[in-house]
C-alpha cells in the first residue's frame, strides 16, 4: 500500500476489510474483522489509517502494516455504527449510529472516549462533514435531517414534508 496514491477499500458481513489495486482489480490484502459486520469505512486524510464501523465499536487499522490486529478501538456505543469520517487535519473523527446519537471524537487524547454528541430522536442513517469543517449533517429514519453547528453546538432541524 506504500507509495500508492489511490487506496481503494471494501469491507461488509463478511468480515473483512479488502484492499484493491484500482487499475488492475487484485485484491492485495485482506484485513479480518472479527469483532461484526462492517457498516462503513473512512480513510484518514493522510492515507495512513482506515476507520471501520461495526456493531456497537468503530476500529482503526494501520493500513501501510501486515499488523491485522486494530490499532485503536472505540467502544461504548450501543447499536450500529452507521456512517463515520474524518476532518480534513485527521485530527478528530465523527461517527453516527442506530443508537440516535453523532459523536465527535478527538484522535488526539489517549482516552478514546465520545468528546461530545448530538442526540437525534430516531435512529440515525447518516452522517457527513460539511466541507467548512464547522457543520455536521445528520440524516435520522425519521426522514429529518439535522445540521449539527459543532462551533456553537446548536442545531437545526429541517423535516421534509410530503405533498399529496
Given at each position: 500500500?506504500?507509495?500508492?496514491?489511490?487506496?481503494?477499500?471494501?469491507?461488509?458481513?463478511?468480515?473483512?476489510?479488502?484492499?484493491w489495486?484500482?487499475?488492475?482489480?487484485?485484491?492485495?490484502?485482506?484485513?479480518?474483522?472479527?469483532?461484526?459486520?462492517?457498516?462503513?469505512?473512512?480513510?484518514?486524510?493522510?492515507?495512513?489509517?482506515?476507520a471501520?464501523?461495526?456493531?456497537?465499536?468503530?476500529?482503526?487499522?494501520?493500513?501501510?502494516?501486515?499488523?491485522?490486529?486494530?490499532?485503536?478501538?472505540?467502544?461504548?456505543?450501543?447499536?450500529?455504527?452507521?456512517?463515520?469520517?474524518?476532518?480534513?487535519?485527521?485530527?478528530?473523527?465523527?461517527?453516527?449510529?442506530?443508537?440516535?446519537?453523532?459523536?465527535?471524537?478527538?484522535?488526539?487524547?489517549?482516552?478514546n472516549?465520545?468528546?461530545?454528541?448530538?442526540?437525534?430522536?430516531?435512529?440515525?442513517?447518516?452522517?457527513?462533514?460539511?466541507?467548512?469543517?464547522?457543520?455536521?449533517?445528520?440524516?435520522?429514519?425519521?426522514?429529518?435531517?439535522?445540521?449539527?453547528?459543532?462551533?456553537?453546538?446548536?442545531?437545526?432541524?429541517?423535516?421534509?414534508?410530503?405533498?399529496?
Amino acid at each position: 500500500m506504500i507509495g500508492d496514491s489511490i487506496i481503494l477499500a471494501t469491507a461488509g458481513y463478511d468480515h473483512t476489510i479488502k484492499f484493491w489495486q484500482p487499475h488492475t482489480g487484485i485484491c492485495t490484502k485482506t484485513v479480518p474483522h472479527a469483532d461484526s459486520q462492517v457498516n462503513d469505512l473512512a480513510i484518514t486524510p493522510d492515507k495512513q489509517n482506515i476507520a471501520a464501523a461495526g456493531y456497537q465499536h468503530i476500529r482503526i487499522y494501520d493500513i501501510n502494516s501486515n499488523n491485522p490486529n486494530a490499532i485503536t478501538k472505540y467502544e461504548d456505543i450501543s447499536k450500529n455504527v452507521t456512517a463515520i469520517g474524518f476532518n480534513e487535519e485527521g485530527t478528530w473523527m465523527y461517527s453516527s449510529g442506530e443508537d440516535h446519537n453523532a459523536r465527535i471524537w478527538d484522535r488526539r487524547t489517549r482516552s478514546n472516549n465520545c468528546q461530545r454528541t448530538f442526540q437525534a430522536k430516531a435512529p440515525i442513517n447518516c452522517a457527513c462533514l460539511h466541507p467548512n469543517q464547522a457543520e455536521l449533517f445528520v440524516g435520522d429514519q425519521s426522514g429529518a435531517i439535522h445540521i449539527w453547528d459543532l462551533k456553537t453546538d446548536q442545531t437545526e432541524q429541517y423535516v421534509c414534508i410530503r405533498e399529496k
